[in-house]
């Protein structure tokens, strides 16, 4: 199995002013693409199709934030048929309504990202033998690989009595289509709370297990 992680918003806190023009996003949602090595391909080809579809080069990195509401919604509809036909393949995401997080856990936001990649992907991966883990670099340098993996590690061996086995495979999100098919799930999530950009959401929902943590 392998797993692919991306994020959309941000670890600041700055909340006295509205997000972007100085401020923090309110929100930050963690996704993530969950493979084998028979599927891996097939959500990879989305990638793929979707760039042959709007005529982009198959060079360019495809991002959610720079995607328009319509090919938000290309992607949500041809992300929907793949699972449809796929059902071994997964999708899941967490998000954290950042305003209500306590003050304590702000001092140390690797702690609070890994504990939302604890709630949200190790019940789906702690049946497996080895699992080969792909974050987005951005987000491994958010919190360094090694602790990150140290410690889903351990809570997978000593919390959950799972015998996986979890790998750091890191690869450049430019080169990488299964990469750029989290983050622009994760930015589709993300949109549903920050911005209430709700369709493309809506397509994914009843097929995605979408978390949500310090909602009120």
Known sequence: ???FLDESGDLGWNFDLPYMPGGSSRYLTLAFLLVDQDTHNYSRRVIRDFRRFYSMKPSRELKGAELTKNQKLEFANRTNN???KHSEIEICSITVAKENVQ???REDANKLYNYMINLCLLEEIEHLPLVRFTPAPRS???TSGDSMVDYLQM?????RQSRTILRLTPHESHANNNLQFAGILANIVWGNFEKGES?????LAPRMRSRRLFFR
Do not use: S
């Open 199 to 203: 369709d493309a959401f809506e397509i």
């Open 155 to 159: 809570q997978l061996w000593f919390e």
């Open 140 to 142: 491994i340098k958010v």
């Open 1 to 3: 199995m392998q797993v």
């Open 82 to 84: 793949l699972l449809e």
């Open 103 to 105: 003050l304590h856990i």
